[in-house]
């Protein structure tokens, strides 16, 4: 008990230690998240009509965050699929980062969502005995279940392979890979159950197409992956943690598939619509093409499609997948496409026309692109406050020591050039 | 909504001030009751659903909910709690034909049952169709405004709750604070709706409506004879709905809902569904009838006919 009391003080002290790019991120976060909060105060003061949402277009911007974010939560099973069931050594010492990033999007999730209701107090109703969930006839019910699912199990999931690395012990295996193969079907089910909630809308025609719950895990093995691409290169560039180049260029081949399933399911979705030509196509027409006159999102879904279909490329033909420079502009491209075609591309044609064939045409007020941002910062924050014990953890900078209590603790430099790192001696 | 006005008004102008009272409100304004909130408000918020409430609290509820609303309004008012009727199954019907487009069903709901009227909160929406394309929705117009009605070349199709005896809106509820009655009325608990709006997503007929702000309820306006399912106000945050005027329906002798009252070329009926002699049985039987969006299988208890 001793031991893991000190464990976590010795955590306390490496967030609260880094370089001066450590403290300049980090307090840049805070600013955002401040903004954030204070742009949520506002919006509990005078109600949601501070948003654009209204009757007619009533889920918006924080939903379609949501949603996404719903995808990137997927980064973590890409790297664990092939680290843990396939025992790919170059992405076993890295899955964990993943997890963690699964962690942190989870979290934005939840964030996101509590804004997006309009009674914030009464979130207990949801809490089964206490309140009433209704489950399973809900698929929102079901959502709550299995988000918070995901989170506890990923947490613990990353908690304990960092404890384990911290003691320089090996995972015990059978305790550690029953939670690893269910983190896969449990990745999978928060993709499935956040789709269905929009699926199962028999009033919303561009939701209510069996191809969604696909197309839903197709683009989020795209967006999760992209990012953390970039973060790797970011990592390792600026701690002393060792990615291989092989575990990059994998993951990227990996994106060109899920990519080239995702442009495919959107374009049997787009043949059904247009060659069928009901009045169903109203939503897909407002999206792409615009409706009586009525085109904010036009110009979006086709920079996502572009965005999109240049990155598959990218990624898909060795040279530029193994140039960074290009790899990291796909990295780029794929984020932001998925952002809108899995966000507002996908929420708000589900509402727009609306059910009686009313065209309000929905864009977010200042309010809702300030609070968030201070999500995001939020999410990214708790990001960092992890890979800040993680990496070190991973690195052999952060260990237990000799007496079998105290930790030693030989990073804190967190955040600085690899080439400018002090050399300093490593425990072995 | 005409896009230009409604965009001037959304008040996202924030000043220094504003913002810093917003600051200082973050955790007092986290809409949880603060240390020294009376003792009511504790009560509110952990008020249990209506539908697990026993008699005794049910009691005590109304009692604070008339107390609560007596205050604010200066006036004494009723807050029913009249259960479903037996053998009473709500069925209504509209007369196409005889529909002109005057909205009095829609301003009569709105002084009937309390709703928000800055901003305005509207439970009937009357469509614009054209005559050659029947009923088009994808063709509607609801927000034609001319000097007379009806229109050459147009009819009108009023669109509100339908009572569905599937409702969509109900299944998804995350929380059960909406229900069917016994009567056929789908009812919503104002103090125990989250605000998440899943059950406007999941209404095909666009009846549901969200508090978006704190009702703009005019004391003078406030029509005290309510239901604790119908008509009370209702909080911020919150979604509301046509009960069929849950408040007359219920009585006994009952009264007409507002908007069948006020109809002044009578294209509006509505009566029990399980009584052979009621009007609506004989419109059923010998008018053919319609309903909205057949096809999703909702099954609604409104019922579209031409008269003449």
Redesign the interface.
Known sequence: MRKIWEFFKGTLVLVSKGSTAYYAWMFSLLVLM?AG??????Q?????????????A??GFYISNFTFLVGVAAAAVLLVIPAYVYKWKPIKEIAVLGEMLAVSAMVMCLLF?TV????????W??IPKI????FP?????WD?VVLNVYLFLNLVIAVYICYKNYNREEPNPNLFNPLILFSIPAAVSIHTVTAF?YN?????PFWNASILAPRFLASAFCSGPAFMIILFQVIRMYTRIEIRNEAIFKVAELIAYSMFINLFLLGAEVFKEYYSNT?HL?PMQYLFFGLKGHSNLVPYIWTAMIFNTAAFFLFLVPRTRENYVTLNIGCVLIFIGVYIEKGMGLVIP??V??????I??Y?P???ELLLSLGIWATGLFVYTLLLRVAIPILTGEFYLGDDGVKPVIVDTEFIRRADQLAEKSYRD | MPNGEDRADRPFRMSRRKMMKGVAAVLGAMALPGKDAPASVWESFFQKNFRELSGGDKARVIARLEKEYGDKYGKPVKVGTAPPLEGVLYGYGLDLSRCIGCRRCVYGCVAENNQSRNPQIHWIRVLQLNKERGVDLEEAEEYYNPSKVPEKGHFYMPVQCQQCESPPCVKVCPVQATWKERDGITVVDYNWCIGCRYCMAACPYGARHFNWKKPGLPAAEMNPATHYLGNRPRPVGVVEKCTFCIQRVRNVPGRYPACVEVCPVGARKFGNLLDPDSEIRYVIENKRVFILKEDLNTRPKFYYFYAT
């Open positions: 401040a909060a204070a742009a949520y105060a506002y509990l003061r005078n109600g949601l009509i501070v948003t654009a949402m209204r009757d007619q009533s889920w969502v997006d209701i309009g009674r914030p107090d009464r979130f109703h949801l309140g009433i969930l209704n006839q809900s698929l929102l019910a709550v909630l199962g809308l028999a009033a919303r009045i109203a589900g509402l026309p609306d059910v009686l064939g009313e309000y045409e864009y007020t200042g309010t």
